[in-house]
Nanobody, 126 residues
Framework: QVKLKESGGGLVQPGDSLRLSCTASGSAFSRHNMGWFRQAPGMEREFVAAIHWMTSNTYYADSVRGRFTISRDNAKNTVYLQMHNLEPDDTAVYFC???????????????????WGQGTQVTVSA
């Protein structure tokens, strides 16, 4: 069992930066793929970024590639999402997710993750 807690959301202006954090407890953090997803009002939850548990290879949605960076600190059981040049379309609730130990079937879809945080709101508005 993995428990996830996100933090770092808030209200920012277009062009600003924000860093989200997600701290995990209850399992060997280093053995789980970690992902970030987001969900805007009236929209389905969509993939944002992921990091592989063993290789630390990273994966991004086309809409955020070059602006967002996912990273992990296994010593702190924490995964980060650094977001730069934020746009109004980035407004959403951001969810942290973890796969089963030793990875899931995919890294870029909901089906690859078994554990979810409660989410943190990111609002980008002038």
């Amino acid at each position: 069992q993995v428990k996830l807690k996100e933090s770092g959301g808030g209200l920012v202006q277009p062009g600003d930066s924000l860093r989200l954090s997600c701290t995990a407890s209850g399992s060997a953090f280093s053995r789980h793929n970690m992902g970030w997803f987001r969900q805007a009002p009236g929209m389905e939850r969509e993939f944002v970024a992921a990091i592989h548990w063993m290789t630390s290879n990273t994966y991004y949605a086309d809409s955020v590639r070059g602006r967002f960076t996912i990273s992990r600190d296994n010593a702190k059981n924490t995964v980060y999402l650094q977001m730069h040049n934020l746009e109004p379309d980035d407004t959403a609730v951001y969810f942290c997710s973890a796969s089963n130990a030793h990875g899931g079937p995919t890294l870029t879809t909901l089906e690859g993750y078994s554990y979810w945080g409660q989410g943190t709101q990111v609002t980008v508005s002038a």
